[in-house]
Every structure is written in C-alpha cells, then in structure tokens.
T-cell receptor, first 115, second 112 residues
Framework: EPEVTQTPSHQVTQMGQEVILRCVPISNHLYFYWYRQILGQKVEFLVSFYNNEISEKSEIFDDQFSVERPDGSNFTLKIRSTKLEDSAMYFC?????????????FGNGTRLTVT | DQQVKQNSPSLSVQEGRISILNCDYTNSMFDYFLWYKKYPAEGPTFLISISSIKDKNEDGRFTVFLNKSAKHLSLHIVPSQPGDSAVYFCAASGGGADGLTFGKGTHLIIQP
C-alpha cells in the first residue's frame, strides 16, 4: 500500500537554527498538509497546500514557518529560526481529493528536538 | 479552546468485549467526523468517518455513531482484539475549513 514517507525520523537542532523537514506524499495525491503534536498534547493543524500554494494555515503557522513543493515529489516544512517550543512531532499528510470523503494519510512523523 | 474533547485519556477492555470510545464537540459548523488510530512511533491511521447527514456508519468491527443534537460521537469496536490497543483520536472538520481539529486521544488497552 502506498504511504507517506518523512525524513529524518528524528532531528535535533539548536535554538535559532533553521530546519527543513521533508516529506514525500503519496504519488497521486494532490492535497498536502503539515500537523504537529507537542508531547502530551493533541495533534494540531499547521497548514494545507494545493496547486503550489497554501490553502489554509493556522495561527501556529507564523512567519517563521514556510512550505514548499520544490519538485514533483517532495513537500517540505521549513522553520527559519527554531525556538524551544517548536519541539514536537511533525506529521506530513496527503489526500487524493479535496472533498471530506477523501481521508488523510499520515506519515510516521519527524521528531524535532530544539535544545 | 477544546473544540473536540475526548474526556477519557485511557480505557481498558477485555479481549472479545465491546470497546466504546467517546468524543464530544462544541463547534456546530463541524459536519464531518473521523476516527484515527495511532501506534507508538507511527503516524495516525484513518479508521472510519461519518458525515453529519448520517447517524451511523459501519465498517467491519468498527461502527461510528453520531448524535448531532448532543454534539457527541462514539466509536464501537466489537469484538475487541489485542491489535486494537492503540491511541484513538477523534477529529472533525467543517465550515469550509480545510484542516482537521483533533481531540487529545484515548489510549485503548485490550487485556487478554
């Protein structure tokens, strides 16, 4: 079964550094998402992306965050200057269609630790 | 601001019995509800969903019930199996918003 793949599985970085989290969505999917889960808290929506532009973003997704689809397969999340509170599991997700009946498929996540 | 609430952090059920996981929501704009299952070190996996025009959806051992007037949904798993032990997340969408709003999850433990 096709799956969403994320790399790396764990990233450790120092406060103030830039990080790029990488994702390869399922190949025939057109809608892409980033979610995060701070330890012990709920999964939170960050951003959705369709047709090479952001469709929607949450309050969490401030100017420090950006997303890009640099080629036909990768979808990246960049955090420009990491803060301690950015430490979380970051999940990439994709779905085939834009309607609600098309379920989200999640990757296994990247654990980001900011020290 | 918990728009989706799962009030039971954990639930223990004997193998073979029915597991019932509950979820409440506050946003009346939500019109589509989903349940995801998550194992440690993995991402959430879609289980089952229901549209607000229905009150029940069934898929094998999994049934989701929706009570719109009470803003409540539940996931029934019967019979429960050891492999069902995982964290279950309730999620909702609607009102034109693209992102899902998740609950905090319920850790289901199936005891032999």
């Amino acid at each position: 079964e096709p799956e969403v793949t994320q790399t790396p599985s764990h990233q450790v970085t120092q406060m103030g550094q830039e990080v790029i989290l990488r994702c390869v969505p399922i190949s025939n999917h057109l809608y892409f998402y980033w979610y995060r889960q701070i330890l012990g808290q709920k999964v939170e929506f960050l951003v959705s992306f369709y047709n090479n532009e952001i469709s929607e973003k949450s309050e969490i997704f401030d100017d420090q965050f950006s997303v890009e689809r640099p080629d036909g397969s990768n979808f990246t999340l960049k955090i420009r200057s990491t803060k301690l509170e950015d430490s979380a599991m970051y999940f990439c997700a994709s779905k085939e269609r834009g309607d609600y009946n098309s379920p989200l498929h999640f990757g296994n996540g990247t654990r980001l630790t900011v020290t | 601001d918990q728009q989706v609430k799962q009030n039971s952090p954990s639930l223990s059920v004997q193998e073979g019995r029915i597991s019932i996981l509950n979820c409440d929501y506050t946003n009346s704009m939500f019109d589509y509800f989903l349940w995801y299952k998550k194992y440690p070190a993995e991402g959430p996996t879609f289980l089952i969903s229901i549209s607000s025009i229905k009150d029940k959806n069934e898929d094998g051992r999994f049934t989701v019930f929706l009570n719109k007037s009470a803003k409540h949904l539940s996931l029934h798993i019967v019979p429960s199996q050891p492999g069902d032990s995982a964290v279950y997340f309730c999620a909702a969408s609607g009102g034109g918003a693209d992102g899902l709003t998740f609950g905090k999850g319920t850790h289901l433990i199936i005891q032999p």
